[in-house]
């Protein structure tokens, strides 16, 4: 899968079997991934998997746990639908801390999307109104009983970059889709008997091409310089390994790093540090905040980001930024 993406959408792209449509370029997640779904459904309906352990079935199976045929045809979601809620301090706590890590991680694509779409970087009011319309997402969510709350969708960010399709309005007619098909409930299970090893491919070359796009804002830094290096370097490398203890500590005992008394703070510190931009964003935080702030103001970049902090700093952030239909009498610019 991996393969077949990466060579469709790099190595063919400019190769068009029909006139002047590119469509290896535009259409390549599409085209591999009913290739290599129709591949392992021939081999699990040949019988290739049959002995095999069961994490490899599990993983490789197209008709694990009889997903299409005990799914309903149609099924509405209503709110309340499992029952009345319950609040317990712990429980807030922790959907707190994972609020505030999911407006961190939804920033960063924020500011991916606009640099895969070639606008400008977006000012303060369209982050605040973005982390709100999600806020409004997650209440929706916990009424209607979701397994987890709304926030960016990474990949999808990635997939902007890699198709080169960037309008607002094929984002419209998606989102139209998904409500459509989310009540019917073979739809849904049709795409959840995907096997793993598909995603985990698509994931490889969305999440890496996100991360890259993080990585060439550094290029309005200095990075000639010792101070910017040990920041990048440090940041870089907490966020990895810190999230990663975390999660072995949580595996393997079924409790986190920190286990007091207090279930609350328990559940706050072991859901933030263990989320690999938060903790990269805090020590990164930190540290260009306290190291020689005065003596490296031109190194650390932000005059650069500076004009782009208000609404009227570039004119063309009306034009990328405007909402359609006519929303934004509602949801004015300051």
């Known amino acids: 899968m991996l393969l077949l993406v990466v060579g469709l959408s790099q190595y063919l792209k400019h190769f068009r079997p029909f006139k002047n449509v590119p469509i290896f370029e535009r259409f390549p997640i599409l085209i591999c991934v009913t290739i290599i779904w129709t591949y392992s459904h021939l081999l699990t309906a040949a019988g290739a998997y049959r002995n095999r352990p069961f994490k490899t079935q599990q993983n490789c199976r197209t008709d694990r746990a009889n997903l299409i045929s005990s799914a309903p045809w149609f099924k509405f979601p209503y709110p309340l639908q499992w029952g009345p809620p319950t609040f317990a301090a712990g429980h807030a706590f922790a959907m707190m801390s994972a609020v505030l890590v999911s407006m961190i991680e939804s920033t960063g694509a924020y500011n991916a999307a606009s640099r895969l779409s070639i606008a400008t970087p977006p000012p303060a009011y369209v982050l605040s109104r973005g982390i709100g319309w999600q806020g409004i997402g997650t209440l929706l969510d916990g009424l209607f009983g979701t397994g987890t709350g709304s926030t960016v969708s990474v990949e999808n960010v990635g ?11 094929v984002v419209q007619i998606s989102a139209g889709f998904m409500i459509l098909f989310s009540t019917l409930g073979k739809f849904g299970a049709l795409f959840a008997a995907i096997p793993f090893p598909i995603f985990s491919a698509l994931y490889c070359v969305l999440f890496g091409l996100v ?57 706050l510190l072991n859901t933030i540090l263990s989320s690999p931009p938060t903790v990269g964003l805090i020590v990164a935080v930190f540290l260009d905040n306290t190291l020689e702030v005065q003596k490296s103001k031109k190194d650390r970049g932000m005059p650069w980001w500076a004009k782009f902090r208000t609404f009227r700093g570039d004119n063309r952030n009306e034009e990328f930024y405007n909402l359609p239909f006519n929303l934004n009498r509602f949801f004015p610019p300051t």
């Open 211 to 267: 991360a890259s796009v993080g990585l060439s804002f550094l290029q309005f830094t200095n990075m000639n310089s010792m101070r910017n290096l040990l920041i990048t370097g440090l940041s870089l490398f907490l966020g990895i390994s810190v999230p990663q203890y975390f999660n072995d500590v949580w595996f393997s005992s079924h409790h986190g790093p920190v286990h007091s008394h207090a279930g609350w703070f328990n559940a």
């Open 159 to 169: 997939l902007l970059g890699l198709t080169r399709v960037g309008s607002r309005r």
